[in-house]
């Protein structure tokens, strides 16, 4: 089992937990209960990073300059045909909330979490996650 299988197995816990948490707990009292609260942002904030560090293992077997930010990750993952031009925006927009809780920007929004809660936005890491191991199972990357 290689790393992006390990990668893809916490991803999938973690979008797991915030299920669960939402089903238990409901929207309105995960984000008015401080530990509730970060405990989800905790779990979105490092699943969005085991994303980010999939897409760094792919793209070291092309010959590619290292990309100079985060943000370039899924635009180069779209041209060597792993993500689609939509899943790489979407890919996008998780680093931008990603650096909002990792750096604290700004407060993270609670109407964007709540968006995200509600409509199970969360479950598209689990979704772009899976399509980058089946592209990697299928050029032997970290097999």
Do not use: W
Request: hydrophobic letters at 40%; one cysteine or more.
């Amino acid at each position: 089992m290689g790393r992006i299988s390990d990668l893809v197995s916490f991803i999938k816990r973690n979008v797991e937990t915030v299920k669960n948490l939402v089903e238990r707990y409901g929207v309105d009292d995960l984000i008015n209960d401080y530990v509730l609260l970060n405990a989800v942002l905790h779990m979105l904030q490092t699943s969005i990073q085991a994303l980010i560090d999939i897409g760094s293992i792919i793209l070291s077997q092309y010959p590619y300059k290292p990309p100079s930010t985060y943000s370039e990750i899924p635009s180069l993952l779209s041209e060597v045909d792993a993500l689609s031009s939509g899943e790489a925006d979407v890919f996008r927009r998780m680093i931008g909330f990603r650096n909002v809780v990792v750096h604290q920007y700004s407060e993270v929004s609670q109407d964007l979490l709540r968006k995200i809660l509600e409509h199970s936005l969360y479950t598209d890491m689990l979704r772009i996650a899976l399509r980058l191991y089946e592209f990697s199972l299928s050029r032997g990357i970290d097999c």
